[in-house]
């Protein structure tokens, strides 16, 4: 009774609630890239690769420039490459996805690790100025929510960019050409839409955000880069689109019970509730498996996924 | 008739080869505006591959192609597009869960936004215009392959193309849509659009072309020009010299045709009131019931995708039926999996030679076993594979049925259409079977495997094999089938003796009437 | 296999492997290191000294057993991702087993039970991914690594509470006295897990060569349409497949806790996988091709970790190649299908 009270009381709450938005904001990034790009047809397994070296560019060049900003742009940057050397791979060098996409993972994080300990040793050095959450006025005194609308910019940003990213999917002529090139790119080339540049534009879409989601987690979640920081949030997003069935609304959801599993941390422990760390740090991935298990049962993939597309 | 002189397409001297062989061998086509001109000849003629290089999807070897009088090259299928030439192909190339009128959008547009109102008020008023009735927000999996037919004109249309060709057109359509059809093409003519209409069927092609242009063996063997011909009169010799332009001097003649002996009255196979699902979901089967008796050759006719391949699998156990019962002589064999009706003598010679009967990449004895790797002599205790007896076996299929292969090892995907063909039946027919499912076996095959071919059905069923040929060759059916059942929309709505049903009657059923 | 098989085989492998070390100079490069210097150490510290090959043969025992599980796994279509995890709950089952049984069975008996324990602590760890790909279709890929990280964080558990031998100290299982660790194959200093990987990779081989049931595997690698046709059991097939790609990674864990490290440490990951995918893919998921490559791979790990004790080049560096090679791999392959390469056939 005790731990309920206090479960919700405010303080807690607002904890829970604001770390969850937090811990949200990468893989929502990262799904609606991943959305994207799957609607065309492309799995992409290096997504957490696009995450890691978006953490660990934009690191670096915060550290550098003492600039946040410039920091994400980093981020950015590097999911663009990546998206680019994976395309350069799969759409026109058609090597199977499955192997490009884990390969250029494991390059990445034996890259990451490879580079800090070459440039810092064994020290880890903090990115001095984190940017700081973005207070909305009024709202963010409120009791209970005040946590929604305290937070970083890029936070707001990705939840602006779940409803426009499904804007593009539907309503542009792009995302039209993309849906098509994912279900039948034979009949979209036919029409006289360049399959290859629809998927390399797609990738580079999803390699902004994804640049951007790691970067957020490396300068202003934390304030430093660590081994393989992301953990296999990439492949979390890959499950989330999956239960999300082509709908973004989901992909929030999802999302939001990833953050939900990962703020539950340090949570527990506030209540004092004396369960292992490591049980609750496997939340999160078991709750994908569960999750897959009851929503994800025989999924409708677009008709070409997977599978490179050549014209005779 | 219009006599307009101005050419709306021409080719001259295309040549065009694949891995030597030559599919069209220095053919030149015109069109003319505002005509509607037959490219005609029989499967493998080459009408295809010279309207694939109009339309852009292939690259001549040789040769030149004109537009509007103009010399142009045509790369790829957006260029073709931007000089008006719009084709529709035999497969269409629609996306199913897009709905119409996205489909018809679909690379039209160099904005950002899709159009909104303003598109579907201009689509409808091509569909007026044309007469052709379609729902812009219907999805495309809803429709019935004739309506996915219209909109892919739509399309066309939509994008200001001024030339049509359309490859096969009326082979998805019923009698009463290629009546609606054919008028929809006339006013097309009036309006001032030209249309290439490629068939393999003469009367077709005489109703309602203006010109008929014969291509055979890649080359082009003559123009009709029916202008002013009295339809008449001079029909009977005009089809005469068409069928010669199409088949050289004389017609193949017809294989001697032998009536099966009936080894016994036993029945075989029973359907008994079969309804199941196709892969969409959507019924396939309907209440389906007929028997086939022992030795017997049983024929089922229709056109494709009215429910033969269902039939086929829902035998073979591939598929699972939402009632009725199917039985092979008594043994219920309804809903059994594929290895237990092996087991119980029941083989399937599938239609989709190279993704299902056949893996391109396990060699030929690797492919000659699939029904029989688990018994001896093929694997010792049903765990090891005996290597030598799997190899004997195959080259001994290699031998007997006449396959080009260099050898066992060969892997499968080396081999030409014909050969694979031979293999799926080389495997199936040598089991030891009480019922053989044939489903279009010979299909796109030359002449001499056909032949073999159904020499191999015949001898089967001297051997007192029951086999069930699905087929959609009229000619076939006749030739081989003791009985000949028909399949239209899922039902079998006749089942007629093969002795004396004309090929006219089974068309017609084909086509859903009954007379 | 015929010589000039076996040369156009090779082809794309070495090129692939050229190319990586190539490029990876280039980085060394660019990173301020002398590649030249770099790939010499690495060479003879891996190759040249007595302690670098022995360590090697030593490495390519969890290697090769693990390339055995993969091969089997790939054939069959399967993407078995999560062999990490597998590899850790096989050693900490082996670990946690170990002082249970150290004093109360024979040697040999010892050894045994611990295997098995390895091998149906990783054939376990797999049976839900297995499970759900065989019944509902759900991938594989992405189960297998959810049940990766699980594995990492329930290992942690495992040897910090219930299995601890060493409470207040650095977190490990009791530690197998040097005597009852796996033996060397006699006149070595390398312990007989080699053995049991080399029979491993064979047996794989063979299995998938000359089995009805490594037909059914290969047949539903290549054609599931095909595979229904002719009436495989393919959920079987892939479930069997998945057990054993499972199950050897798991044993690959025992393999290490019983001949190397003699307990399970905290904080142990090695990370094989990451090394035998490249590895496995590489040989063309053929047993025998495997051997020598896994000999190379696994110098390739050992010269690195020397070198990077030795206050070099990171240890990481040799993932980024491996990774490399396998990307390059795969580009191999695609121009080879498309007759970029033709030896004169």
Redesign the interface.
């Known amino acids: 009774m005790g731990i309920l009270r206090l479960l919700f009381s405010e303080p807690f709450f607002v904890v829970l609630l604001g770390g969850t938005l937090t811990a949200s904001t990468p893989i929502i990034l990262a799904a609606a890239g991943e959305d994207f790009v799957e609607s065309g047809g492309v799995l992409n397994l290096g997504l957490e690769g696009m995450l890691l070296l978006g953490s660990f560019c934009a690191f670096i060049a915060a550290l550098l420039t003492e600039n946040i900003y410039l920091g994400l742009l980093a981020g950015m940057a590097a999911g663009v490459i990546v998206g680019l050397v994976f395309g350069y791979l799969v759409i026109s060098l058609k090597v199977n996805q499955i192997v490009a996409g884990l390969g250029i993972e494991i390059f990445v994080v034996g890259l990451t690790s490879l580079l800090h300990r070459v440039l810092f040793g064994n020290t880890f050095p903090v990115v001095s100025e984190i940017t700081s959450k973005t207070a909305v006025p009024f709202f963010s005194s409120l009791p209970y929510v005040s946590s929604i609308f305290n937070q970083h910019l890029v936070t707001y940003i990705s939840w602006a960019l779940l409803p426009i990213a499904w804007w593009v999917l539907y309503r542009t002529n792009f995302g039209l050409n993309v849906r098509a090139v994912g279900e039948n790119p034979a009949a979209a080339d036919a029409h006289g839409v360049n399959v290859y540049r629809t998927r390399y534009i797609a990738l580079i879409f999803e390699g902004v955000l994804a640049g951007l989601g790691g970067a957020f987690l490396s300068i202003c979640d934390l304030a430093f880069f660590v081994f393989h920081m992301t953990q296999g949030r990439g492949f979390i997003a890959i499950a989330i689109v999956m239960l999300a069935k082509r709908n973004p609304a989901n992909l929030f959801y999802w999302a939001f019970l990833f953050g939900i599993c990962h703020s539950l941390t340090f949570g527990l422990q506030i209540l004092g509730l004396d369960v292992p760390r490591e049980f609750i740090l496997m939340l999160p991935y078991v709750a994908v498996i569960v999750l897959l298990c009851f929503l994800a049962r025989n999924t409708r993939l677009p008709g070409a996924f997977c599978t490179p597309y050549e014209r005779e | 008739m219009r006599q307009d002189s101005e050419t709306a397409v021409g080719m001259r001297g295309i040549k065009k080869s694949f891995d030597g062989l030559s599919a069209n061998n220095n053919i030149d086509f015109d069109l003319k505006r505002g005509e509607i001109h037959a490219l005609l000849g029989e499967n493998g003629a080459g009408k295809t591959t010279l309207m694939n290089i109009l339309s852009g999807?292939?690259h001549p070897d040789e040769g030149e192609i004109f537009v509007k009088g103009k010399k142009v090259k045509i790369g790829?299928?957006?260029e073709s597009?931007q000089l008006g030439i719009g084709m529709v192909?035999q497969h269409l190339?629609?996306?199913?869960?897009?709905t119409v009128l996205?489909n018809i959008?679909?690379?039209?547009?160099?904005?950002?936004?899709?159009p909104g109102k303003d598109a579907e008020g201009k689509v409808r008023e091509i569909s007026e215009k044309f007469g052709i009735e379609v729902d812009p927000k219907a999805e495309v999996w809803q429709l019935s392959a004739g309506e996915q037919e219209r909109v892919e004109i739509l399309?066309l249309f939509y994008r200001g193309s001024d030339v049509l060709i359309l490859d096969e057109p009326t082979s998805v359509l019923t009698p009463v849509e290629v009546e609606g059809f054919f008028s929809v093409l006339k006013r097309m003519a009036e309006a001032g659009k030209s249309v290439i209409f490629i068939t393999h069927k003469i009367e077709e092609a005489i109703s309602v072309c203006r010109r008929v242009t014969v291509l055979r063996n890649g080359e082009k063997c003559g123009e009709v020009d029916l202008g002013d011909i009295d339809m008449g009169r001079e029909a009977l010799r005009l089809k005469e010299r068409v069928v010669k332009m199409m088949f050289g001097e004389t017609p193949p003649a017809k294989a001697v045709k032998q009536k099966p002996r009936k080894v016994s009255e036993r029945t075989i196979l029973t359907f008994d009131c079969v309804t199941a699902k196709n892969d969409r979901g959507v019924p396939a089967l309907k209440d389906v019931s007929f028997s086939v008796i022992e030795g017997e050759v049983f024929g089922i006719a229709g056109v494709d995708g009215n429910g033969q391949k269902e039939l086929a699998e829902v035998v073979?156990?591939?598929r699972k039926v939402d009632s009725g019962r199917i039985f092979l002589v008594d043994t219920d064999i309804t809903n059994m999996?594929?290895?237990f009706n092996?087991d119980m003598g029941i083989f399937?010679v599938?239609d989709?030679r190279i993704?299902?009967?056949?893996?391109?990449?396990?060699t030929v004895a690797?492919n000659a076993?699939?029904?029989c790797?688990?018994d001896e002599p093929f694997?010792r205790r049903?765990?090891?594979?005996n290597?030598e007896q799997i190899k004997s076996y195959s080259e001994e299929l290699i031998e007997s049925y006449s396959i080009k292969a260099p050898g066992a090892d060969t892997p499968v995907k080396t081999l030409s259409g014909g050969n694979i063909q031979k293999l799926v039946l080389a495997r199936e027919f040598s089991q030891k079977a009480a019922l053989l499912v044939c489903n279009k076996p010979t299909h796109g095959l030359d002449e001499m495997t056909v032949r073999y071919i159904r020499e191999r059905i015949r001898r089967q069923s001297d051997r007192g094999v029951s086999v069930l040929l699905i087929s959609s060759d009229l000619d076939e059916l006749q030739e081989v089938c003791g009985r000949i059942g028909v399949l239209y929309r899922g039902e079998m709505i006749k089942i007629l003796p093969g002795e004396g049903a004309a090929v006219g009657q089974i068309g017609r059923l084909m086509m859903g009437i009954i007379d | 296999m015929g010589a000039e098989k076996i040369v156009r085989a090779a082809a794309g492998p070495v090129i692939a492997i050229s190319v990586a070390v190539s490029l990876g100079g280039i980085l060394l490069l660019i990173i301020g290191f002398n590649p030249f210097r770099t790939y010499y150490e690495l060479f003879s510290l891996g190759m040249g000294t007595y302690l670098g090959v022995t360590e090697s043969l030593k490495r390519m025992a969890p290697l090769l057993i693990m390339s055995a599980g993969l091969i089997i796994a790939f054939r069959s279509g399967i993407w078995n991702i999560g062999g990490n995890g597998q590899f850790l709950i096989g050693a900490v089952l082996a670990g946690g087993i170990a002082p249970l049984l150290m004093d109360r069975l024979p040697l040999f008996l010892f050894f045994a039970v611990l295997g098995c324990a390895g091998f149906i602590g990783g054939a376990a760890w797999v049976t839900i991914p297995a499970v759900l790909k065989a019944k509902y279709e759900i991938n594989e890929i992405i189960v297998t690594l959810m049940m990766d990280f699980i594995a990492i964080y329930l290992t942690a558990y495992l040897v910090r509470y219930p299995l601890n031998a060493q409470p207040g100290l650095f977190p490990q299982t009791v530690l197998i006295p040097i005597e009852k660790r796996l033996p060397n194959i006699p006149l070595t200093e390398v312990h007989i897990g080699l053995i049991v990987g080399l029979i491993a990779v064979v047996f794989a081989h063979y299995l998938i060569k000359i089995t009805t049931l490594g037909y059914e595997i290969r047949f539903s690698g290549e054609s599931r349409k095909a595979a229904l046709y002719a009436g495989v059991n393919i959920r079987k097939v892939v479930v069997i497949a998945m057990l054993l790609s499972g199950g050897f990674a798991g044993l690959a864990g025992a393999n290490d806790v019983m001949g190397i490290k003699g307990a399970f440490q905290a904080e142990w990951n090695p990370g094989y996988a990451y090394s035998v995918i490249p590895l496995v893919f590489l040989s063309r998921l053929n047993g025998i091709a495997v051997i020598p490559l896994a000999y190379f791979f696994s110098f390739l790990s050992i010269g690195g970790e020397f070198m990077s004790r030795a206050a070099e080049v990171p240890v990481f560096f040799v993932q980024v190649i491996e990774a490399l090679m396998l990307i390059f791999f795969g580009v191999s392959e695609q121009i080879r299908k498309r007759g970029g390469f033709s030896w004169g056939s």
């Open positions: 999807m292939y790829s299928p957006h597009l192909y190339t629609l996306v199913p869960t897009l996205e959008l679909l690379g039209t547009n160099r904005k950002f936004l899709l399309k073979s156990g591939q999996p594929v290895r092996n399937y599938t989709d993704e299902e009967g056949s893996v391109a990449n396990f690797e076993i699939f029904r790797y688990r694997a049903k765990i090891l594979l290597m």
